[in-house]
Nanobody, 117 residues
Framework: QVQLVESGGGLVEVGGSLRLSCAAS????????MGWYRQASGKERELVAS???????QYGDSVKGRFTISRINTNHTIYLHMTNLEPEDTAMYYC???????????WGQGTQVTVSS
């Protein structure tokens, strides 16, 4: 079992910045890839960014150039640095880590990001 705990969400104005954090605990040998997804009201959950232990990253098209994912492998923590925020970035942001040993997919409880115009 892996537990993911997010923090850092909040209310920010258009053009502002926020940093989200996600700390993993539990059976950490079962995860490699960690990432962020978001779900806006009435929309499907979508990939924001992900990063492997080896540093390979992937970003959703709408956040490229504005968001940066980083990671500290020693304590299994990932960060999402969000800049130039837009109202369309308003969503619940979830930390995700798929298991490499089973079909399980671990999720955090989510942290709300609201961008006001």
């Amino acid at each position: 079992q892996v537990q993911l705990v997010e923090s850092g969400g909040g209310l920010v104005e258009v053009g502002g910045s926020l940093r989200l954090s996600c700390a993993a605990s539990g059976y950490l040998g079962s995860i490699n890839l960690m990432g962020w997804y978001r779900q806006a009201s009435g929309k499907e959950r979508e990939l924001v960014a992900s990063m492997t232990e080896g540093g390979i990253t992937q970003y959703g098209d709408s956040v490229k150039g504005r968001f940066t994912i980083s990671r500290i492998n020693t304590n299994h923590t990932i960060y999402l640095h969000m800049t130039n925020l837009e109202p369309e970035d308003t969503a619940m942001y979830y930390c995700n880590a798929p298991s490499v040993r089973s079909a399980r997919n671990f999720w955090g409880q989510g942290t709300q990001v609201t961008v006001s115009s």
